[in-house]
């Protein structure tokens, strides 16, 4: 057990060093953290399963300013990690994750009363102009952001998966079939949210679009994505053509201006 729950606080700590510190973003997403922890913990295809379905939870969730509502990487790590060690199904999975995800936020803010005591130092360094100091402080940083998570996503599992497993053994039908119901809302909830973002401006016609394909030509979602990811380049594609010839437009009409100004003052010069 020690070593299972050191290989998956190493886990967390790695995906988060690597997110803050070196901007390798998305490995922290659900989907990328569940097969990782199916991998350590030797089940794969659970980690699939579970990754997949802690995105769909998350999918929604994003950090607007200064609000986090949660933290997606712990809550579906330690959610796929307890029910691979303990073998608990999916959606009771769901019902452990999504709370311990609210609770990550809350140890993120004692992460965030301790940082800043650095900030006096990297002051000093840059009236200085001492720029490597400045970039190994900055590392330093970086690497205490994840740490205390990483800390309790350890002892939580050393100390905790055998109480839980436990608990679940005792815990009667009815409340075990209330953790399966919620698990199951959970990613219709995490739609919900998506789609909310979705209804607005332009964006929801891609939605029935995708509506259209999957319930009238039964296509399969693998071909959905597909036709999606081309849309987006051929989307992307045009925004670039139309930037650059606004670009073009911009300084043809500038050079225009500037050549209608200078014979001006050469017409006021001779006359």
Do not use: C
Not at 71 to 79: C, E, R, V
Not at 164 to 188: E, H, R, S
Request: net charge neutral; hydrophobic share 55%.
């Amino acid at each position: 057990m020690f070593g299972k729950a050191l290989g998956i606080a190493l886990l967390y700590y790695i995906v988060m060093w690597l997110d803050v510190a070196m901007g390798i973003f998305h490995l922290n997403r659900p989907i990328v953290i569940g097969p990782l922890v199916g991998l350590l913990l030797g089940d794969l295809h659970t980690g699939i399963v579970l990754g997949a379905t802690f995105e769909s939870v998350f999918l929604g969730v994003i950090a607007v300013g200064g609000a986090v509502p949660a933290d997606a990487t712990i809550g579906s790590l330690m959610g796929t990690a307890i029910a691979i060690m303990t073998k608990m199904s999916g959606a009771k999975a769901l019902a452990v994750g999504v709370p311990v995800s609210a609770l990550g936020v809350l140890l993120m803010q004692v992460t965030y009363a301790y940082m800043p005591l650095l900030l006096p130092k990297m002051d000093q360094l840059a009236k200085k102009g001492d720029e490597k100091g400045i970039i190994k402080y900055n590392f330093i940083m970086s690497a205490l952001y994840p740490l205390l998570n990483a800390i309790v996503v350890f002892f939580s599992l050393l100390l905790g998966v055998n109480a839980i497993g436990n608990l679940l053994k005792v815990i009667p039908k009815f409340v075990q079939d209330g953790f399966t119901a919620a698990g199951a809302m959970l990613p219709a909830v995490g739609f919900a949210m998506l789609l909310n973002m979705l209804f607005k401006g332009r964006l929801f016609g891609y939605f029935f679009l995708g509506f259209a394909l999957v319930v009238y030509l039964k296509m399969p979602n693998l071909g959905v994505a597909i036709i999606a990811i081309v849309i987006a380049l051929m989307i992307y594609d045009l925004e670039q053509k139309m930037i650059v010839t606004q670009a073009t437009n911009m300084k043809t009409d500038t050079a225009v201006k500037q050549t209608n100004q200078k014979e001006m003052e050469e017409e006021d010069f001779l006359s």
